[in-house]
């Protein structure tokens, strides 16, 4: 899959869990500004893993708290 097609696929899962990356919403915390359980934000997680064919490391996991840390660290190459 090409970078372009799994940025979309990105973008298509944050979607299905009614998180817009538009404007500051990117930014917005998961738990305090999203109002997101941890279920659904390791379930979010876990489907961008599955999703994307990468896997990242649990030590990383608490420190991703918002919509642009996760995918600055998916996409970091």
Request: glycine share 8%.
């Amino acid at each position: 899959m090409t970078k372009l097609g799994q940025k979309k696929k990105a973008i298509a899962v944050f979607q299905t869990y009614g998180i817009h990356l538009t404007g500051q919403r990117k930014k917005a915390d998961f738990f305090k500004e999203l109002n997101m359980d941890k279920v659904f934000v390791d379930g979010l997680i876990f489907e961008l893993e599955m999703g994307l064919g990468k896997e990242l490391p649990d030590d990383k996991l608490t420190e991703l708290t918002n919509p642009q840390k996760l995918l600055h660290e998916l996409f970091m190459d």
